[in-house]
């Protein structure tokens, strides 16, 4: 009972708005009230009903466990399972919307609709490549046939005019190379 107890102070503290605004200045937090008496018989075992709702305070529960009724609505539960945080629907939601970051709803949903259209788009992409593949090659008019003719003849007739080059260029160079043996003899004499 005493662990109870314990778990009790530090969840009444931790939600406690006066506990962390003596926090922020430095100073100690009251030490908390004690719990009040047992439920009557009339009394609900949420806390005590006033006209205005629920009023905050500790009981505890038929199954052993403390319940903590903060000020702002929230139901606190310590028992044999662990500590639960309650409260009305409206907080509850309003709770809940918080826990999520609006950026992070905004990325998953950016997720899925790329996913969908990789799904949607692949087989799409895929069928377009294989039918740009499949088609036959534009026709060829027959200028153009004779233009290309043309050109083809022109390029073998100039690489017979370069081999022809190419050749005189050895040949020259053969006979300087051998005239060069005779020249040098008759300079140094």
């Given amino acids: 009972m005493r662990s109870e107890a314990a778990a009790l102070v530090i969840a009444l503290a931790a939600v406690s ?10 100073n100690q937090p009251p030490t908390p009230p004690a719990p009040p ?8 075992a949420g806390g005590t009903q006033a006209a205005g709702g629920t ?6 529960s038929e199954d052993g466990g403390v319940v903590v009724q903060t000020p702002d609505g929230r139901r606190i539960v310590v028992g044999s399972e662990g500590v639960s945080v309650g409260g009305t629907p ?31 788009g692949l087989p799409i992409a895929r069928a ?29 007739r100039l690489s017979v005019d370069v081999e022809r080059v190419a050749e005189g260029q050895r040949w020259m160079t053969r006979q300087l190379t051998d005239a060069s043996p005779a020249a040098r003899q008759g300079e140094q004499r």
């Fill in 17 to 26: 708005p006066v506990h962390a605004s003596m926090q922020q200045e430095g």
């Fill in 128 to 156: 377009i490549a294989r039918r740009l593949d499949r088609s036959t090659p534009a026709a060829v008019s027959p200028a153009f046939r004779g233009e290309l003719q043309t050109l083809r003849e022109s390029v073998e």
């Fill in 55 to 60: 009023q905050p305070g500790v009981q505890v």
């Fill in 90 to 120: 409206g907080q509850l939601a309003a709770a809940a919307n918080d826990v999520i970051p609006d950026g992070a709803v905004a990325i998953s949903i950016a997720f899925f609709v790329m996913i969908a259209l990789i799904l949607i």
């Fill in 37 to 44: 008496a047992p439920p009557e018989a009339g009394q609900a």
